[in-house]
C-alpha cells in the first residue's frame, strides 16, 4: 500500500507546506503559473484530421522536427535486431533460433509488415497485450485485502486477454472497465475480471484513488497532486479533484460469504463484490479544517455535469461516456502517447502517465496526429500498433543519450528494461523446461490448486524482478537480490549444465563443431549471433578452459547474466 | 589527465563517473569542484577510521506515543494505558514496555517531535530522509548517506541493510537516491534465513565465478559500444557489488542461527527479535546503517489491544539489543534509533482507535555518545501540543549526524537538472542536551 501510494505522492510537490526554499523551487520548475485560461481539450481537436494517418505521413512529420532540430536519426535496425524486437514488443517472447533464421532468410520485401500483422494476428499478441495492462492498471494498488488481491491480478489478466482476442475497441474496454458489476473470489481466481481495475482500490479511500486511477490510466492526467491543494503545475483545481472523486462515491464493497459447512459454523469469508450505497454523497473534506466536509455533485473535468442520475452504475456509466467521448483528446492521446512510449521506449510525454494541457511534450503535434487516427478508427488497438510498428521511426537501432534521463527525440530507440514476465519468459526459452517440483510454502487461503505453483521459482522470479511500467525507463534499476538470482540460483544453474537432459547438453551433441555451438548458444539467449568480436573471445574461453563442457556453461551463464539478455533494444 | 586520474582514485563513488564529466564540462564549475572534492576526500579517510554505526528500528504506519513512551495515565484522552517507572527516577513509560523500562538508564527520548507530515507515504519518505518527496530530486534515505560517508569501501558486503522485521513490515520507504546503487539498501525479507541465493551453486566455486565474471565483461563489449554503455556499466557495478557480497567470509554474518540458543531467546524468537539480532551481527561485522522495518502500527481501530500485541516484540527485541550491545562495549559505536512516521491522536475515535498525530509524537535513541536516561521535551497533561522544546525532523537528523560525527552540511551533487548540490540535512539544530 505504501509502495504504491507512495509513487503517487511523489510526484505532488509539496507547495503548501514546503519552506519558502521549497516553493521557490517550484517556481523555477514550473515557469508558467497555472492558468484557468488554458483549455482542457486543445482547441484544434474539433478539427482534427477524421482520417487514419499512413506509416509515412507520421514519419514525415518528424523528418521536419529533425531537419529543425538539425538531429541525425539512427541508420534502420538489421532483420536480426528486428525479429528479436518485434517479437518481444509484440508476443513478449524471445523468437527461437528458428523462427530468426527463417525471417532473417526470406527475400520478401514486405517481410516485416508481414511478420508485423501475423504477431498482431496472434494469440500471444492478446496475452501479452493483457499482462502489460494488466501491470498498468494494478502497479498503484492499494487495497491489498487478501481476498481481493489473489483473485485480482489473474482474472483482470483473462479478461483482458478475452477482449483483446475478440477485437474489442479500446473505448469498449474502458467503458467496462468503468462500468464493472459483481466481484472476485478466492475459489475462481480467473472470473469477472471486469471488476479488477475497480478492485485495485477498496474500502476507505476507494473513490479517491479510484478517481485518480481513472484519470492516470484512460487520460494520462496525474490529478492526484490535485487531492490536497490546487495542482502546483498543471490547471486542476481541488474542486475538479473531488468532483472527478464523486462519481464513484456511491460505490463501495461487500463481503461474499461461502455457504456455511454446517450446523452454527461461522460464515467464511470468499471474495469481495462492489455494491451500491444507496444514501449518502461524496464529502470532500475543507482544505484547512479536513474534519469539515462538503457534499460534491459529480462533475467532469470539462466542467460537464451528468444528468441526474440516482443509481451508483448509472453515475458511473456517465462517467465512462465522458471519458471514452470523442471530443475528449486525452482519452485517446493517453493510449496513443503510452503505445508509442512501449513500443520506442520514450513516450511524447515522459512519464507516459503524466500528461495534461500544461505538461511538456516532445512533438506534441506528432502525437496529436496519432490520437486523431486512433479516433478516426474507432480506437482500433491492432490498428495503432500498425501504425507505428511499420513507420522508420519504430525501426531505428536503439541507444541510450548522453546522460540516461535524455530524450532521444525519435532519432533512436531507447532500450528498456524487459518486464518480469517477459524476462522470464526469456529464461525459460533458453534454460527451461523447468522440473515441476512441488511448491514450497503453505498455500494461500482457499486451499491448493491455483496458489501451490505461485510459490515456485517462477513466482519468486517475477515478484524479484516486477516494477511498475509506467516509470521512465532510465529510472528502472537492478537491485542486488536480482543479480544473485541470475548468478547463483540453484535451479537455473542446474539448467545451464552441459551434461544430462538440458538444452546445452543437446547443442553442444548436435554441433560437434563450436563455432556452430557458439552460434547456438547466442540465438537460444539474446535471439541473434555473435559479433565477431565475441565470437573470437568465446572461441578463446574454450581454448583458455580446456573442457568443452564447462566453457560452454560459463559462455550461457555469461549470457543469461548479461544486461543484453534483460533488454528490449 | 590528473583530474582524471584524482577522480578515479576516489573510491568514494558517491560522483559517477558521468556526473563527474557533466560537471567538468561545465568549464569553471569543473575546475572549482575538483578543490572541493579534494577536501571532501581527506575528510572522509579520517571519518572512515571512526567505525561508528547506526541500527534503525522504524515503526511503520505511526506508533502512538499514548501507548509508547508518553503515556498520559488519568488525562481524558490516555485511554485506559497505564504507566510504569524505569530504571530512571521520574522517568515513566507506557505498561507494555516492561523490558525497555529496565534499560531506560541508556535510553533517551524526544517526546516533542513534530512535522507536518500526516500522509502515510510522504511522513515515512520525509523521517526516512529528512526531505519532503519531490519530483526533480531523487532524495537519499539517511541510510545511504550514512553508508556513503562511513562505509569503508574496501568492505565487501552492502553498506545499507533493510530488514522485514514481521508485523506487516515492508519495502524501505526511501533508497539510495542520487546516491547510486552502491549505497541502495540491501533488502532482507526474512532475517532468520540467508539471504536468498547466496550460496555459489553445485559446481561452482569462486575461481569459476571470477572466472565467469571476466567472460561476462568482454562479452557485453559491443553491446556496450552498439549505444548502451551505461547500462552496462551499471550492471557491471551491480554484479561487483552481488560477487563481492558472496565471496566475503562475512557473508555468514547473515545467519543468525550461529548465535547461541540462549541469546536468540533473550531477543525474542519472533522476526523482529531476530532481526534486531541480525542488526547487531552486522554491524558487528562492518556494515554501517542497518534498519528493520515492523508493521503495522497504523491503529486507526482497536488501537489499545493491536497496540499491546504489536509492543510485546518490539519491547522485548529493543532491550535485547541495547543490553547485548553495551554488554559487547558496541554500545558507544552503535547509534540505535527507534521512530515511525507520526504519532497519534489524542482523541479515541468510534472504533476505539487514534488517527494520524504528526502535531507531537516520540522518538528513542540509544548509544554513540546519546545521555541515557535524558528526555528532552514534554508535551501538555493531555498530549496534545508540546509544552516545551520542540524537536522538527531536521532538528533530529542534525542531532543524529552529532552522535555519528557526520558533517549534516555536506553537499553532494544531485541528480536535479545543472547537478544542484544537496546537503545530507537542510536545517535543523543538534539537540544539545542529548550530548554530554
Known amino acids: 500500500m505504501y509502495r504504491t501510494a507512495f509513487l503517487l505522492a511523489g510526484l505532488c510537490l509539496a507547495w503548501l507546506v514546503a519552506a519558502p526554499a521549497g516553493a521557490d523551487e517550484a517556481k523555477k520548475r514550473y515557469p508558467k503559473a497555472p492558468d484557468a485560461n488554458v483549455p482542457i481539450i486543445p482547441a484544434a481537436w474539433k478539427d482534427a484530421p477524421k482520417s487514419p494517418a499512413t506509416p509515412a505521413e507520421i514519419d514525415r512529420l518528424l523528418e521536419q522536427h529533425l531537419k529543425a532540430d538539425k538531429l541525425t536519426a539512427s541508420p534502420r535496425v538489421t532483420d536480426e535486431q528486428f525479429v528479436r524486437r518485434v517479437y518481444l514488443d509484440l508476443t513478449g517472447k524471445v523468437p527461437t533460433a528458428a523462427q530468426s533464421e527463417a525471417f532473417v532468410k526470406d527475400s520478401d520485401p514486405q517481410k516485416r509488415a508481414r511478420l508485423i500483422d501475423a504477431l498482431l494476428a496472434s494469440e500471444a499478441f492478446s496475452r501479452h497485450l493483457a499482462k502489460h495492462w494488466r501491470d498498468v492498471m494494478l502497479s498503484r494498488a492499494t487495497s491489498s485485502l487478501v481476498f481481493i488481491r489473489f483473485p485480482r491480478q489473474s482474472a483482470l489478466e483473462q479478461w483482458l486477454f478475452e477482449q483483446f482476442q475478440a477485437k474489442k475497441s479500446w473505448g469498449e474496454i474502458s467503458r467496462d472497465l468503468l462500468t464493472a458489476e459483481g466481484g472476485l473470489k478466492l475459489t475462481e481466481p480467473t472470473k469477472n475480471g471486469q471488476v479488477g481495475f475497480l478492485m485495485a482500490h477498496a474500502q476507505a479511500d476507494a473513490a479517491v484513488e479510484r478517481a485518480s486511477d481513472t484519470a492516470r490510466v484512460f487520460l494520462g492526467i496525474q490529478i492526484q497532486c490535485a487531492q490536497c491543494h490546487d495542482h502546483p503545475s498543471d490547471i486542476w483545481k481541488r474542486q475538479q479533484f473531488h468532483e472527478l472523486t464523486a462519481f464513484f462515491g456511491k460505490l463501495a464493497e461487500r463481503p461474499v460469504f461461502a455457504e456455511p459447512q454446517g450446523q452454527g459454523q461461522q460464515r467464511r469469508i470468499e471474495g469481495f463484490r462492489l455494491a451500491a450505497r444507496p444514501f449518502g454523497e461524496y464529502r470532500m473534506p475543507d482544505r484547512d479544517d479536513p474534519k469539515k466536509t462538503y457534499a460534491v455533485q459529480p462533475r467532469f473535468l470539462t466542467g460537464d455535469a451528468p444528468p441526474p442520475a440516482r443509481t451508483d452504475l448509472d453515475r458511473r456509466k456517465a462517467l465512462a461516456k465522458f471519458v471514452t467521448a470523442p471530443d475528449n483528446y486525452w482519452f485517446s492521446a493517453a493510449f496513443a502517447n503510452r503505445v508509442w512510449g512501449d513500443l520506442t521506449g520514450q513516450g511524447f510525454y515522459q512519464p507516459v502517465d503524466n500528461m495534461g494541457p500544461l505538461q511538456e511534450a516532445t512533438y506534441p503535434d506528432v502525437l496529436f496526429r496519432l490520437a486523431a487516427s486512433f479516433r478516426a478508427t474507432d480506437y482500433d488497438i491492432r490498428g495503432l500498433y500498425r501504425l507505428v510498428m511499420n513507420t522508420e521511426a519504430y525501426q531505428r537501432q536503439s541507444r541510450v543519450g548522453d546522460s540516461p534521463g535524455d530524450h532521444l527525440r525519435c532519432t533512436a530507440r531507447y532500450p528498456t528494461r524487459m518486464s518480469a514476465d517477459e524476462l522470464w519468459d526469456a529464461v525459460a526459452s533458453a534454460l527451461g523446461p523447468f522440473p515441476q517440483g512441488p511448491g514450497r510454502g503453505r498455500p494461500g487461503p482457499g486451499g491448493g490448486g491455483p496458489f501451490r505453483r505461485q510459490f515456485g521459482l517462477a513466482f519468486q522470479f517475477r515478484q524479484l524482478f516486477d516494477f511498475d511500467p509506467s516509470i521512465k525507463p532510465d529510472e528502472v534499476e537492478g537491485s542486488v537480490p536480482q543479480a544473485l538470482m541470475l548468478m547463483n540460483n540453484q535451479q537455473l544453474n542446474a539448467r545451464m549444465k552441459a551434461t544430462g537432459d538440458t538444452p546445452l547438453a543437446r547443442v553442444l551433441k548436435d554441433h560437434p563443431q563450436d563455432d556452430k555451438a557458439i552460434e547456438q548458444v547466442y540465438l537460444r539467449t539474446l535471439g541473434r549471433k555473435p559479433t565477431p568480436r565475441e565470437m573470437r573471445r568465446c572461441r578463446e574461453h574454450v581454448k583458455q578452459v580446456g573442457k568443452r563442457a564447462e566453457a560452454f556453461e560459463d559462455i550461457l551463464w555469461a549470457l543469461v547474466n548479461s544486461t543484453e539478455f534483460q533488454t528490449k533494444r | ?378 508535551t501538555t497533561k493531555d498530549g496534545r501540543n508540546i509544552a516545551e522544546r520542540p524537536v522538527g525532523v531536521p532538528d533530529l537528523f542534525c542531532t543524529l549526524c552529532k552522535a555519528l560525527k557526520i558533517n549534516p552540511r555536506k553537499e553532494t551533487l544531485s541528480n536535479a537538472i545543472g547537478g544542484r548540490p544537496i546537503k545530507i540535512v537542510d536545517g535543523g539544530q543538534a539537540v544539545k542536551e542529548l550530548f554530554a
Open chain 2, 1 to 378: 589527465m590528473p583530474i582524471h586520474d584524482l577522480f578515479l582514485r576516489m573510491t568514494r563513488g558517491q560522483l559517477s563517473r558521468r556526473a563527474f564529466l557533466r560537471t567538468a564540462a561545465a568549464g569553471a564549475a569543473g575546475v572549482s569542484a575538483l578543490g572541493w572534492m579534494d577536501a571532501v576526500r581527506l575528510q572522509a579517510e579520517e571519518l572512515r577510521k571512526k567505525g561508528l554505526s547506526c541500527i534503525l528500528l522504524f515503526m511503520q504506519g505511526g506508533p502512538s506515543q499514548f501507548e509508547t513512551f508518553d503515556p498520559k495515565p488519568g488525562a481524558s484522552t490516555g485511554g485506559p494505558t497505564r504507566a510504569i517507572d524505569t530504571a530512571v527516577p521520574g522517568v515513566q513509560i507506557a505498561e507494555h514496555w516492561p523490558e525497555m523500562a529496565k534499560q531506560m538508564k541508556d535510553v533517551a527520548l524526544i517526546r516533542s517531535m513534530n512535522s507536518r507530515e500526516g500522509n502515510h507515504p510522504r511522513a515515512q519518505f520525509l523521517l526516512h530522509t529528512g526531505y519532503v518527496p519531490s519530483g526533480s530530486v531523487k532524495y537519499p534515505s539517511f541510510g545511504a548517506h550514512v553508508a556513503s560517508e562511513l562505509g569503508s569501501p574496501d568492505f565487501d558486503l552492502p553498506h545499507f541493510v533493510s530488514i522485514s522485521g514481521g508485523g506487516g513490515g515492508g519495502m524501505p520507504p526511501a533508497g539510495s537516491g542520487f546516491l547510486g546503487m552502491q549505497y541502495a539498501p540491501f533488502v532482507v525479507q526474512n532475517p532468520t534465513r540467508l539471504p536468498l541465493n547466496t550460496e555459489l551453486p553445485r559446481g561452482v566455486d569462486e575461481k569459476v565465478l571470477k572466472r565467469r565474471l571476466g567472460l561476462l565483461d568482454d562479452l557485453e563489449k559491443d553491446f556496450a559500444e552498439a549505444g548502451a554503455r551505461p547500462k552496462v556499466e551499471d550492471h557491471r557495478a551491480l554484479y561487483g557489488t552481488a560477487s563481492q557480497m558472496v565471496l566475503s567470509p562475512r557473508l555468514k554474518a547473515f545467519d543468525v542461527a550461529q548465535e547461541k540458543d540462549a541469546l536468540r531467546e533473550r531477543y525474542g524468537k519472533n522476526n523482529f527479535g531476530q532481526a534486531c539480532l541480525l542488526a547487531r551481527r552486522l554491524v558487528e561485522t562492518g556494515v554501517t546503517f542497518v534498519e528493520v522495518l515492523h508493521g503495522n502500527w497504523d491503529t486507526h481501530q482497536d488501537n489499545f489491544e493491536r497496540t499491546k500485541a504489536l509492543s510485546a516484540p518490539v519491547d522485548r527485541g529493543f532491550a535485547a539489543l541495547v543490553g547485548d550491545l553495551k554488554e559487547r562495549g558496541l554500545l558507544e559505536k552503535t547509534l540505535v534509533v527507534w521512530m515511525g512516521e507520526f504519532g497519534r491522536t489524542p482523541n479515541i475515535n468510534g472504533r476505539t482507535g487514534r488517527d494520524h498525530y504528526p502535531r507531537a509524537f516520540s522518538v528513542a535513541l540509544a548509544g554513540c555518545g546519546i545521555k541515557g536516561g535524558a528526555v528532552i521535551g514534554a
